[in-house]
């Protein structure tokens, strides 16, 4: 059975500081891992996606990986009110359009 | 303006009854899927498509069906069957071989 662990929060983040989001994974085969950001009420939304070892950087967000550890982490940096959301971590180990593993999500705020 | 749509966005069920939910795409992306939310949880995979004409089973496929008779559409029927279908639906689709998967917004189901 493939799990996918996140803290169910909610993480509470002062605006403008940097907002980190964790995620652990039980496959170890899994290959591709991503970030969804979901208000209340609305369907999820593809913030990151990363695949190889390391930091993969997008505007104020930054996914790391860490397959050893099976660790993937999402950081927020000058965290604004609109980020305040339930962060998705999914995980695919299929290699391939077999759908996605997903935690139960984080729920981040953003205090102003 | 390309996209994934669901409708409707709100369904009352009747103990008993068939409902279809509707998900059409015109993304031109080979795979569709069909997840389900609960309040607080993450999401589980009902059915996926990687092909007209071919569907397989999800993590909780009982009491439920689909069907894929064009590429663009992939609708879900929630049988009577499934005893406790009051949930988020999100239909997603991907392009064939690659797994980042993108959300329609989504039908609440309310059994009365």
């Known amino acids: 059975q493939k799990e996918v662990e996140q803290n169910s929060g909610p993480l509470s983040v002062p605006e403008g500081a940097i907002a980190s989001l964790n995620c652990t994974y039980s496959d170890r085969g899994s290959q591709s891992f991503f970030w969804y950001r979901q208000y209340s009420g609305k369907s999820p939304e593809l913030i990151m996606f990363?695949?190889?070892?390391g930091d993969k950087e997008d505007g104020r967000f930054t996914a790391q990986l860490n397959k050893a550890s099976q660790y993937v982490s999402l950081l927020i940096r000058d965290s604004q009110p609109s980020d305040s959301a339930t962060y998705l971590c999914a995980v695919d180990s299929g290699g391939g359009a077999d759908g996605l593993t997903f935690g139960k999500g984080t729920h981040l705020i953003i205090q102003p | 303006d390309g996209g994934i749509t669901q409708s409707p966005k709100y369904l009352f069920r009747k103990e008993g009854q068939n409902v279809t939910l509707s998900c059409e795409q015109n993304?031109?992306?080979?795979?569709m899927y069909w997840y389900r939310q609960d309040p607080g949880q993450g999401l589980r995979l009902i059915y996926y498509?990687?092909?007209?004409?071919?569907?397989q089973k999800g993590d909780i496929a009982e009491g439920y069906s689909v069907s894929r008779e064009k590429k663009e559409s992939f609708p879900l029927t929630v049988t009577s069957a499934q005893k406790n279908p009051t949930a988020f639906y999100l239909c997603?689709?991907?392009?064939?071989?690659?797994?980042?998967?993108?959300f329609g917004p989504g039908t609440r189901l309310t059994v009365l």
């Open positions: 498509s990687q092909i007209v004409n071919d569907f």
């Open positions: 997603a689709s991907s392009i064939f071989g690659l797994d980042t998967q993108y």
């Open positions: 990363i695949y190889s070892n």
């Open positions: 993304l031109n992306h080979d795979a």
